[in-house]
């Protein structure tokens, strides 16, 4: 796959260069250029896409929706854990109507909307730089590797096509659309809600300075209103609370989302600079620098996520190696243990996905005033604890200072990948290594 993205750069430019000294003056020349940064854009997250544990959390709500026990984390709590509600709907989507993996349809459809920024900084770059619009394209074409690496599945794709389409809409004169774009933008990540001020900002200035009427700010705001205040509403009845803050996803998309604005911000000056060539005329004459050294910059900067990709081919190897291992854990755990039994993933979102609705996943704080241990959640101690959500090269019988005392470690050996250490609650340790030991790929072997 690495020699994919070597070969879909190699086309990508071979294209620029032969169709560059025509392209402010050939749709169809913009086209190839748009179709093969389209190309090199789906090879590289298909090479360095990796899911964090962080976007099980999303996942875990979504299979949940799905199913029918609504935007839940853990079946019978209503907990309000996911800030990124337009996300949340998507992702489930696809299995409350197909039936499709949860997680696969997450990252398909984060890649879909990596794809979709590429256009989208095209033809905001196109407004007002014309045909060097495609610089935009190509540099957010290899910008979109910072939506990959660590943050497939994630809303970070969404929110940066958003805030683009949100541009877009302001620009073309229609902030009613823009407005209702800025909303989900905000139902998105909740820190959207600065881009939805910005926008409103923006317009009412317009208004002042008499380039445009008042409808353009008074639009957004309906655009936007129409769509928060229900979902404020919703939240509010169905967690029993109104939303406290605006907390932030963990994983920041700011660093795509800055490279997209500065790609279609370089196209405009190329566009500033005499890149554009709209006008009709028998021999335009290009300077040196128009036809050479704007698509080299444009093709270096795009090629500098190729060595990135291969830098990074071993820790997207550990990182897929520990997922897959992650879901076989989550899979035993599911398949072993009776529905309704709860258990600590030691905040392992990707282990407590895995290992299935049934499963009530809570934590324990630490010893309360009365000398007993106090659970997190409703669902009372845990009988079983995961420290670690992949398999370790040696064997640990060493136990957490706060489940000493009403736990015991119990190890189990998977042949070709490791050990893997549980902590099983005494009362009822007998029964669980019964039904744990019944699965043949994982040996239980007691420690000395």
């Known amino acids: 796959m690495p020699g994919a993205l070597v070969v879909a750069w190699l086309a990508l430019a071979g294209v620029v260069v032969a169709v560059w000294p025509r392209v402010g003056t050939q749709r169809a020349r913009r086209g190839w250029i748009l179709l093969l940064a389209l190309v090199f854009a789906l090879v590289l997250q298909l090479v360095v896409a990796t899911v964090p544990d962080d976007a099980f959390v999303t996942f875990r709500y979504a299979r949940n929706m799905a199913d029918g026990y609504g935007a839940v984390y853990t079946i019978g709590e209503r907990t309000q854990g996911v800030p990124n509600f337009v996300w949340l709907v998507l992702v489930t989507l696809p299995r409350a109507l197909f039936g499709a993996d949860v997680v696969s349809g997450a990252v398909g459809l984060g890649i879909a909307c990596a794809l979709g920024c590429v256009v989208l900084a095209y033809l905001l770059a196109k407004r007002f730089a014309g045909g060097a619009g495609v610089v935009a394209a190509l540099l957010t074409a290899g910008a979109s590797i910072l939506a990959a690496r660590g943050l497939a599945g994630t809303e970070t794709a969404l929110f940066v096509l958003l805030v683009l389409a949100v541009c877009l809409a302001l620009v073309t004169g229609h902030p009613l659309v823009a407005g209702v774009l800025a909303a989900l933008a905000v139902m998105t990540r909740s820190d959207g809600v600065v881009l939805a001020l910005l926008g409103e900002v923006w317009l009412v200035t317009a208004a002042v300075r008499r380039r445009s009427s008042w409808w353009g700010p008074a639009g957004y705001l309906l655009g936007a209103l129409v769509f928060l205040v229900p979902w404020w509403a919703w939240e509010a009845t169905y967690y029993g609370h109104a939303r406290a803050g605006w907390p932030a ?194 040996t239980y072997v007691p420690c000395p």
């Open 249 to 442: 996803s963990a994983h920041l998309p700011y660093g795509f989302l800055l490279c997209a604005l500065a790609a279609v911000g370089a196209a405009v000056v190329c566009g500033r600079l005499g890149v554009r060539r709209d006008r009709p005329s028998p021999r335009p004459r290009r300077s040196l620098a128009e036809r050479r050294v704007v698509p080299v910059v444009a093709l270096v900067l795009c090629a500098v996520s190729v060595p990135v990709a291969f830098a990074a081919r071993q820790v997207v190897h550990l990182d897929r190696e520990r997922l897959a291992q992650t879901t076989e854990i989550g899979h035993w755990l599911r398949d072993r243990l009776p529905a309704g039994s709860t258990i600590d993933t030691f905040g392992s979102a990707a282990l407590a996905y895995r290992a299935g609705s049934r499963m009530m996943i809570t934590g324990i704080t630490g010893p309360s005033p009365e000398g007993d241990y106090a659970p997190v959640a409703l669902f009372g101690l845990p009988v079983l604890a995961a420290p670690l959500a992949w398999y370790s090269p040696v064997q640990d019988c060493g136990i957490a200072e706060k489940y000493a005392q009403r736990y015991e470690v119990a190890t189990f050996q998977r042949t070709g990948l490791g050990w893997l250490t549980l902590y099983l609650r005494t009362d009822s340790e007998s029964r669980l290594l019964t039904q744990l030991m019944s699965d043949q790929r994982l």
